[in-house]
């Protein structure tokens, strides 16, 4: 198992991509840390990894919060004695809603969850990584941070901010041993996805494929391979 006896804690693992990065990371062998605000849906995944033999635990998590953000990661270290890898996987968009007729209501949550919650956990669980000089940071981006989307203003907005800080930090964080990279995906087939789309369409890519990906910034990227993106989406 090519993560065996390494700590992960992913953000939003209570269902699609981040429930589906768990799951994969879980099978390599990995101690994961499921965090988020649904307790319920938290549950569901751990209960999937152990009764697949794999060791995890739920944690409720408000990335949007700092003392939630040290928190958990305080709890992560004080279980499990270390954080390996972390995944920002948490985000939430706004359907069908251009940047100039977002209200401000809809901009923070937007940002506060994708941008801001990114940057919190980070900057919880880097301090762990830097006293070891060694660690994993996956975050989630999008496709529309690296193309301009005309209908989800504030969540193309708050991609391409993914995109920049995790190219910033990875630049800071290179000398210390720690690698910063991130996933880009298109439109995915999730619940999520299918509140706006019911009918899905076949074209979208699985959160397993997400995981894939996941796991190979994880375990087999090359150790000079940060500050990049992978993007799986097409033309």
Known sequence: MSLNGKVVLITGAGRGIGRAIALAFA???ARVAATGRNMQRLAETVDEIRAGGGTAAAFELDVTNDEDAVGVANQVAANWGRIDILVNNAGVITYNTPVWATTIE???QVMNTNLRG????SRAVIPQMMQRQEGVIINVGSSSGRQPDSDYGAYATSKWGVVGYTASLAHSLHPHGIRVNG???????TDMARE???RGNPEWITGEQIAQAALYLATRAPNAMTGQFIDIFGV
């Open 27 to 29: 099978g390599e062998g």
């Open 106 to 108: 809809q901009w923070d």
């Open 118 to 121: 990114t940057f919190l956990v």
């Open 183 to 189: 996933i880009n995906p298109g439109w995915v087939d």
């Open 196 to 198: 706006n789309c019911p």
